[in-house]
């Protein structure tokens, strides 16, 4: 299956900050997701992304599907306190295979915002 | 609101007993659904697939005679740790897909004593 590297492992920042991760592979992926996850709870989907080059926004969030579908990054702006939590990219687990199907997912990013 | 459910949220079982998590999806009918695994501080690592009417599919490296699987119904997988040890202590998160999107469950903290 294929690898996603994740970075930063975990940032620490002030409320009002943006703050920006990013993931790569080795492999090109056809579809890049981006997830949350709060402590004890199941990871909810922010954005996915389906082509390469698409830049997509949710609100505070932008995601953008590298050129080389070799990467992807997210950046989150203007960080509130109920940002803190667990952000994973993922990818469908094998190549052609899709966001709704086998999924891969980074090592996260572990996001702390002091008030 | 919540789309897939799971019980228990958390369970604590003895060494060498077997315990049973149960995933739903609600309110809509999932011919596929996903079980995956979180150690803490880690990411999450698919386990297998669960296929309503046939046997579930299984990650390398998954022992399908330990964790057994049962899509009883389309809106019903179980996952079944046999003969749990304390290294099987982890949180296990279903997922099913709706409408081209993959929704996952809240999880199931097991811990194994």
């Known amino acids: 299956g294929q690898q996603l590297n994740q970075s930063p492992q975990s940032m620490f920042i002030q409320e009002g900050e943006d703050v920006s991760m990013n993931c790569t592979s080795s492999?090109?992926?056809?579809?890049w997701l981006w997830y949350k996850q709060d402590p004890g709870e199941g990871p909810v989907l922010l954005i996915a992304?389906?082509?390469?080059?698409e830049l997509t926004s949710n609100g505070r969030l932008t995601a953008q599907f590298g050129i080389t579908r070799k990467d992807s990054f997210l950046n989150i702006s203007a960080s509130i306190p109920s940002d803190v939590g667990i952000y994973f990219c993922?990818?469908?687990?094998?190549?052609?295979?899709?966001?709704?199907?086998?999924?891969?997912f980074g090592q996260g990013t572990i996001l702390t915002v002091h008030p | 609101g919540a789309v897939v459910s799971q019980h228990p949220s958390w369970v604590i079982c003895k060494s060498g007993t077997s315990v049973k998590i149960e995933c739903r999806s609600l309110?809509?009918?999932?011919?596929?659904m996903f079980w995956y695994r979180q150690f803490p501080k880690q990411s999450l690592m698919l386990m297998a697939t669960?296929?309503?009417?046939?046997?579930?599919?299984?990650e390398q490296g998954v022992e399908k005679d330990k964790f057994l699987i049962n899509h009883a119904s389309l809106t019903l997988s179980t996952l079944t740790v046999t003969s749990a040890h304390p290294e099987d202590s982890s949180f296990y998160i279903c997922?099913?897909?709706?409408?081209?999107?993959?929704?996952f469950g809240p999880g199931t903290r097991l811990t194994v004593t």
């Open positions: 997922s099913a897909t709706r409408a081209q999107e993959q929704y």
């Open positions: 492999s090109i992926f056809n579809t």
């Open positions: 992304l389906y082509k390469a080059g």
């Open positions: 993922a990818g469908p687990i094998n190549a052609g295979g899709t966001s709704y199907g086998k999924l891969t």
């Open positions: 309110d809509f009918q999932a011919t596929t």
């Open positions: 669960s296929n309503e009417g046939s046997k579930a599919t299984y």
